[in-house]
């Protein structure tokens, strides 16, 4: 059982910035693509950003582009350098695992979710 917990979200001015961690807790952590996800309210969750198991091919969601970085560390942790954040990023924010090392963008593909960190751009 793969276990994932997010931290870092929280309020800031439209512009700002935050870092988004979650850590996992598996022994085989570098097996998995890793994914980003985001629901707004009243809205579907949608993918963000996503990572393979080396961390040397990434893909994001057209609304992200040139302002999130996402990146992974050898210690089971990923992360989402969230940069010009704007009032529409609003959304509580999940990390996931797909059970497969190359990138994905469905959500489909993953089988492990973490809770979520909220995340909050006032304008």
């Known amino acids: 059982q793969v276990q994932l917990v997010e931290s870092g979200g929280g309020l800031v001015q439209a512009g700002g910035s935050l870092r988004l961690s979650c850590a996992a807790s598996?022994?085989?952590?570098?097996?998995?693509?890793m994914g980003w996800f985001r629901q707004a309210p009243g809205k579907d969750r949608e993918f963000v950003a996503t990572?393979?198991?080396?961390?040397?091919?990434t893909d994001y969601a057209d609304s992200v582009k040139g302002r999130f970085t996402i990146s992974r560390d050898n210690k089971n942790t990923v992360y989402l350098q969230m940069n010009s954040l704007k009032p529409e990023d609003t959304a509580v924010y999940h990390c996931?695992?797909?059970?497969?090392?190359?990138?994905?963008?469905?959500?489909?593909?993953?089988?492990?979710w973490g809770q979520g960190t909220q995340v909050t751009v006032s304008s």
């Open positions: 996931a695992a797909a059970q497969k090392p190359t990138i994905s963008l469905y959500e489909y593909e993953y089988v492990y």
């Open positions: 598996v022994r085989t952590f570098s097996r998995y693509a």
């Open positions: 990572i393979n198991w080396t961390g040397g091919r």
